[in-house]
């Protein structure tokens, strides 16, 4: 085992479900969950990550991503005040 030093970021190497393509995924900290578009065919997945391990890739569509994005800006907003 090791110990994570704080502010080190991983990268996980995530293959794509649909045309099988690696792509890397950097990680601030050792777990995510949220979106992951392939750098090639431009597929949207919902990605988990737990200790710098891919756990789940599940497809995701247009308008979840849109909403999530959403989600997350008003997250963003509310943390400024
Ligand atoms: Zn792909």
Do not use: H
């Not at 601030?28 to 597929?43: D, N």
């Amino acid at each position: 085992m090791y110990e994570k030093e704080r502010g080190q970021i991983m990268i996980v190497k995530i293959k794509c479900p649909q045309c099988g393509t690696e792509g890397s995924f950097s990680l601030v900290e050792s777990s995510y969950q949220g979106p992951y578009r392939c750098w090639k065919c431009r597929e949207l997945f919902t990605i988990k990550i737990e200790n710098n391990e891919l756990k789940s890739c599940e497809p995701l569509s247009q308008e979840e991503f849109d909403r999530q994005q959403e989600i997350e800006a008003m997250k963003a907003k509310f943390k400024r005040q």
